[in-house]
């Protein structure tokens, strides 16, 4: 997915001040080129300090913050243009390298909307068309995937249910034998007591009294 990058430049402003962060954002521009891209964007912010309505210096900052791989800083930036720019080339171009920021996310479902939103603004740019067909593609196989993954918990949960667990016998269940056996020992036993008592009361018994 190619991104694109635009550096520009106001050469006339009516202001002072506006001169002033024109000038910086050449500057920028300069060190842009040049690949450092952190101090072009330290003059980029400094442009737009000195002139908020620099939009030009907002959206070159987004540019140099996406070369840093800054996407989600770089997606405000180009949000910001979106929002308060009224140059409808600048907010598409805004629009394009915003979605750009968010495919590098994985922010399909985003980057589908602000490509849809650079195209309204310019119906003819055949890159951003391009890219939001990918965009689009690739958001329907995630898709997809979180649906197969459904289907597959959905199954596995309806196995576990099919299945019986095991029928296990209580750890102290005696066998028939073993019943068998306790049963005549307590018989045993009772005989036994049984025959102590009368040898008990025997004895006891008083003698007679010839």
Sequence with gaps: MRILFFILIIFSFSTSFSQKSNNL??????????????NA?????KAFQIDQKNNAAQFNAGNALQKQQKFPDAAKQFQSVLESGNDVSLQSQAGYNKGVAEVKQ??????VNSFKQ?????STDNDT????????????KQNDKKDDK???????DQKNKDKKPPEQKPKDQMNKQQAENLLNQLRKEENQLQELQKQKIKQTKPDKDW
Excluded: F, I, P
Excluded at 25 to 38: A, H, I, S
């Design 118 to 122: 650079s195209l309204r603004l310019n």
């Design 41 to 45: 964007l330290t003059e980029y912010e």
């Design 150 to 156: 459904k289907d597959d918990k959905k199954k596995n």
């Design 106 to 111: 994985k922010q399909l479902q985003e980057a």
């Design 25 to 38: 954002v050449q500057k920028g521009n300069e060190l842009y080129k040049k690949g450092d891209y952190q």
């Design 129 to 140: 068309r391009e890219n939001l067909q990918k965009a689009l593609n690739e958001l329907k």
